[in-house]
């Protein structure tokens, strides 16, 4: 598969912090590829700058072979709604219903006027996440779990190409993880989106990605399908993944 986004040769500096020092790395159309990491690598720094609300010192990122900084402001705004982005939080606002958080950025990004089609929306995002049940409540009175798969529900109304996921199982118990795991996997073979996964579930990652890069000391130091990132011989990234594997058997 081609690559729909690329990031080459990224770099990000705070003050004397050179978090990234040259970042390169392809992410096929239609697939799920993950980026791993131990805390404070800068794995969040990436997904922001792949997103738009972080400017690169050195190096870009490419949308379908289109340099995403060097593009006009409008331009950007285009390309930025062919990617969402489920906030770790879910993001909800909490004085709006189930129902009018999912119908606020169609109205205000994608500026749709149409009430039938967003209530149509509304309630076909609901049913594929399989909480029909919840358009007029309050997200207060929802789960950690709920609440998630409600935001999920509110980014796939925005109909993205790419959707990225910044740690989406962290705080959830491994039920609710592998339910996110599980709609994370259908999203991608439902509807063929891209997703962007950063992540330090070392094992939901190696299940669920198709591609995974391993974040350290500035630089994606291996690269490639599950089955060649674990035969990699980098030893920080040996012993992260057997530190994970070793706590299932706790
Ligand atoms: N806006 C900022 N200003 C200054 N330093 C920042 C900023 N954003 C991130 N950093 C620093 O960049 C480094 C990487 O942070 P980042 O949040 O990307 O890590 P991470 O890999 O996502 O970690 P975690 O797994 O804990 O979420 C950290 O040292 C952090 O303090
Ligand atoms: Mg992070």
Not at 20 to 27: K, N, P, Y
Not at 171 to 180: C, R, T, Y
């Amino acid at each position: 598969m081609e690559p729909i986004v690329v990031v080459e040769g990224l770099k990000k500096s705070f003050g004397d912090n050179a978090v990234l020092d040259g970042v390169s790395m392809a992410f096929p159309e239609g697939e799920v590829t993950s980026i791993i990491g131990q805390s404070g690598t800068g794995k969040s720094v990436l997904i922001k700058h792949i997103i738009g609300i972080m400017k690169p010192d050195a190096g870009t990122v490419w949308y379908r072979n289109e340099n995403i900084f060097a593009a006009t402001p409008a331009r950007q705004t285009e390309i930025r709604q062919r990617f969402a982005y489920l906030f770790q939080d879910s993001a909800l606002f909490d004085s709006l219903t189930v129902e009018e958080n999912i119908a606020f950025p169609l109205v205000e990004s994608l500026r749709i006027k149409d009430k039938e089609k967003i209530e149509r929306t509304v309630v076909e995002k609901l049913e594929w996440i399989g909480l029909p049940e919840v358009r007029k409540v309050y997200p207060s009175e929802l789960s950690g779990g709920m609440r998630k798969r409600v935001g999920l529900a509110r980014t796939l109304a925005m109909q993205p190409e790419v959707l990225l996921f910044d740690e989406p199982t962290t705080g959830l118990d491994p039920v609710l993880a592998e339910s996110i795991n599980d709609l994370i996997v259908r999203v991608n073979g439902e509807f063929g989106i891209t997703c962007i996964l950063i992540t330090h579930d070392i094992q939901a990652t190696f299940r669920i990605s198709d591609y995974i890069g391993f974040l350290y000391d500035g630089q994606i130091r291996a690269k490639g399908t599950p089955a060649e990132v674990v035969r990699s011989d980098h030893p920080v990234l040996q012993r992260f993944i057997s530190n994970s594997f070793n706590e299932l058997e706790v």
